[in-house]
């Protein structure tokens, strides 16, 4: 299972930032977060991953907080091609594999 | 910017028939993976694939499944004898060595339909 909760979905206005939170609360001291999103059945798209510290790249910002049982990933100017499913994705130990929850369905709107 | 590639983007096949998935990873990742998708529900681990070798795999990934790497560029997934439930988007996904295990690129997908 999934160790991460996120909220079901969530609305957008187009050119706001987009928040999108996410709880990790048993998250091991070497495991990252990773985020990716899936618009519409297209292959899941990486966006970003960081363990303690806050990042940043074109895409998005992550902001883990201190304890690091949550995150929110940033969209900073939201546009309606950023319609999508986000999931946010704790890796299980030392498997190989990404487990993708349910994630959080972000609707921007016009 | 380098993607991952699949063919074919659909495939529709009838029941016991062997079906062959195939994508083209990034030219410079050796971590390779197979995930799917049943229509509606969450997207599925189903193989993960490093040096010639498979190095892990989920329940889903039985007898009727396998994977090859027959040549330098291409990774494929067979289903010997195809199921109903077989039916699914199937993602491939490549990953660059000395990155995290979770950075995995994946490409467009094969829609997989069996009649």
């Known amino acids: 299972d999934a160790k991460t909760t996120q909220p079901t979905s969530m609305d957008c206005a187009e050119g706001r930032a987009a928040n999108l939170p996410c709880n990790h609360s048993?998250?091991?001291?070497?495991?990252?977060v990773y985020w990716y999103r899936q618009i519409h059945s297209q292959g899941p798209q990486y966006i970003i991953h960081?363990?303690?510290n806050n990042e940043t790249n074109e895409m998005a910002s992550l902001i883990i907080t201190e304890d690091r049982k949550s995150s929110t990933l940033i969209l900073p100017h939201a546009t309606l091609r950023d319609t999508a499913v986000y999931y946010c994705?704790?890796?299980?130990?030392?498997?190989?594999?990404?487990?993708f929850g349910t994630g959080t369905l972000l609707a921007v709107q016009p | 910017e380098p993607e991952v590639t699949q063919t074919p983007s659909h495939q529709v096949t009838q029941m016991g028939q062997e079906v062959i998935l195939r994508c083209v990873p990034i030219?410079?990742?050796?971590?390779f993976y197979w995930y799917r998708q049943i229509l509606g529900q969450k997207v599925e681990f189903l193989v993960s694939?490093?040096?010639?070798?498979?190095?892990?795999k989920s329940e889903i990934f039985d007898d009727q499944f396998s994977v090859e790497r027959p040549d330098g560029s291409n990774f494929t997934l067979k289903i010997r004898s195809t199921k109903l439930e077989d039916s699914a988007m199937y993602f491939c996904?490549?990953?660059?060595?000395?990155?995290?295990?979770?950075?995995?690129?994946f490409g467009p997908g094969t829609r997989l339909t069996v009649t």
């Open positions: 960081g363990l303690k």
């Open positions: 994705i704790v890796r299980d130990g030392a498997t190989n594999k990404l487990i």
């Open positions: 030219s410079n990742h050796l971590y």
């Open positions: 694939f490093y040096n010639n070798e498979i190095s892990e």
């Open positions: 048993t998250i091991s001291g070497n495991e990252y």
């Open positions: 996904a490549s990953k660059q060595t000395g990155t995290p295990i979770g950075e995995q690129y």
